[in-house]
Every structure is written in structure tokens, then in C-alpha cells.
């Protein structure tokens, strides 16, 4: 078969099939209902052996939209004397037969599982997409509904991180190229998914100490882990009395935003100490002290324990 494409003037003068229709158009929306878990159920629980599905919703199955009308649709639910419970599911199906979608029951096995959704591609066959499960007990005269709508889904945006979508909706996700970060929609503001700074060191030179080994950042989801390094001390001794810098600086955008991070240290020669990473709205941000500890005098080093993390928002 050659090579084709459509619509075209050259493909039956721009008249494409429903089968044709259906291969651009199921890429274009994902299957479900238009909304999202916060909106009222798409299926209740009708009178008797009924259920109810809401007017005025609307949802797309491989690309074919599909609505509820203006009024409430209701579906009867076949009885059941069979002794044990059986599982129905409400589904949106679209029949390649008559190309059309449309709500029904899927009616389950007594005793038995859900039944499965039909999934079939091609130029035949039905698609379905789950609504609701419904629980029907031998010899009940009602049903319990249980929900189970899919919803469509929004696609990752790519953006800058200073030009977002300034209308976004819920659940929407976007991937900055500046930054890495793969942020979503919460509602209110755009939280963190996904994001991997690699190591970012955060020395700094204070004249007293010397840095023995790299203090290393990392911010992973909103959450920054901190390995501090080890250092010397190359000036005089210093007493309790005495609070003294060491040479860490963590960058602002790794800072907690309120909260101190407390670390303890080892200072060469069998004693403990007391550090504190100072939080951004310090008077010392992002700069690490030795506060608690008994003497350290020259030559003598301070050791950190091995690491220690806190949240960021971002």
C-alpha cells in the first residue's frame, strides 16, 4: 500500500471514514469524562434496580465525544436469585458497528469479579471506558454504586518557570526547560512532581577553618539533602563562650524558608557538638555555626553527622 494521509484533496476529496476519523482522533483527547474526582459522582444509585447517570456531562472515547443530554439517564440493573452478589460495571462504550457511544451496564458473573472492559482497536469491535462499579446482592431490590469515572487527562506543557500557563486547570502538568522541573497543577499553586538539581557544592571560605572535604547539596521533589563536609580548624581555640562560623553557605534556593536545621557534629578528641543551619529568614541565612560544644582548639577538626534534609517549596 502506498503512502496516504488525511484529510486531503487527494484522499477521497477531503471525506475521510469513521474508521479513519477514529486513528487522528483517539491521540487527540484521552478516553473519560471532561471534569475531575471533585465533581459530584457521574453514577448513583437510582430506585429499585436502577442507576442514574447525571445530565450534563460529557467525556470523549477514542475521540468520539459522547454527553449525557440534559436530563438524567437511567439504566436498569437486571435482578439477581442467583445466592451470591454480583459486580456490574457501568461503562461508556463505543460500538464500531454503529459508530456511536453511549452509557450501559456491563453485568458481571455472580460470585464472580468485575467484568473486564472491552479494549478492542481496529476497524471493528467496541472500546469501553469505566463510569462506576455496581453491587448487586442475590435477591436485592436495590444497588450500592461504587465510583470509578476515568477521567481525560491534560497533557505536560513545556514553559519557562516564568511563564507558566496563567490559567491552568486541575491536574494540569507542565515541564520547564529551565529548570528541569516537572511541576502539576494543584488548584491553588503549581507543586513540584519531578526535579534533580545534581550536586551542587555549597563551601564558602571563613578564615578560622579549613574545609577537609566538600559540603554537597541536593534537591530532589521539593526535598534538600545536605552531606556536610569535615573541617579543621586553623585558627586559635575557641570555648563555649564562643559561637563560631564554618565555611558552608547553602544557596538561597536550597534554604528552608522559616525553620533552623540543628546538626550534630563530633569534634576530634572525644567530645560532641551542637551546629545550626540557619534558615533564610535568619539574620544569618544559609550559614552554618558551631554553637554548642565544650573546646576546639587548632588542629582539632569538627566532624557532622552524615547528613541531613529538609523540605523547600519551590
Known amino acids: 500500500m502506498a503512502q496516504d494521509s488525511w484529510p486531503s484533496p487527494s484522499h477521497n476529496n477531503r471525506a475521510i471514514t469513521d474508521t479513519e476519523y477514529e486513528k487522528i482522533a483517539a491521540k487527540f483527547s484521552g478516553d473519560g469524562v471532561y471534569g475531575s474526582p471533585a465533581d459530584d459522582p457521574v453514577v448513583s444509585a437510582g430506585t429499585g434496580l436502577q442507576v442514574n447517570i447525571r445530565a450534563n456531562v460529557e467525556a470523549s472515547v477514542r475521540g468520539h465525544a459522547w454527553t449525557s443530554g440534559t436530563s438524567t439517564v437511567v439504566l436498569p440493573i437486571a435482578p439477581n436469585s442467583s445466592g451470591q452478589t ?13 459508530w456511536t457511544v453511549r452509557a450501559v451496564v456491563k453485568q458481571g458473573t455472580p460470585g464472580g469479579s468485575a467484568p473486564a472492559l472491552t479494549q478492542q482497536t481496529g476497524d471493528t469491535g467496541v472500546y469501553e471506558v469505566l463510569l462506576a462499579g455496581v453491587s448487586v446482592p442475590s435477591g436485592a431490590n436495590s444497588v450500592t454504586v461504587t465510583r470509578g469515572e476515568l477521567y481525560v487527562g491534560n497533557r505536560i506543557r513545556p514553559c519557562t518557570s516564568n511563564h507558566r500557563n496563567p490559567n491552568p486547570t486541575l491536574g ?54 545536605l552531606r556536610l563536609g569535615s573541617f579543621e580548624r586553623t585558627g586559635g581555640t575557641i ?65 557532622p553527622q552524615g547528613g541531613v534534609s529538609w523540605a523547600v517549596k519551590v
Open 86 to 98: 454480583r459486580t456490574d460495571r457501568i461503562v461508556l462504550r463505543l460500538d464500531r458497528a454503529t
Open 172 to 225: 494540569e502538568m507542565c515541564f520547564e526547560t529551565d529548570t528541569g522541573m516537572v511541576r502539576v497543577w494543584n488548584g491553588s499553586s503549581w507543586r513540584i512532581v519531578y526535579e534533580d538539581s545534581d550536586a551542587v557544592l555549597a563551601n564558602t571560605t571563613v578564615s578560622v577553618w579549613s574545609a577537609l572535604s566538600d559540603s554537597v547539596l541536593e534537591r530532589r521533589g521539593g526535598t534538600v539533602t
Open 239 to 303: 570555648t563555649n563562650s564562643t559561637e563560631s562560623r564554618l565555611p558552608v553557605l547553602v544557596p538561597a534556593a536550597y534554604r528552608h524558608p522559616t525553620r533552623d536545621v540543628p546538626i550534630l557534629a563530633y569534634i576530634s578528641g572525644a567530645s560532641v557538638a551542637r551546629l545550626i543551619l540557619y534558615a533564610a529568614n535568619s539574620d544569618r541565612p544559609g550559614q552554618l555555626w558551631l554553637k554548642n560544644y565544650e573546646r576546639v582548639a587548632s588542629g582539632q577538626s569538627v566532624l
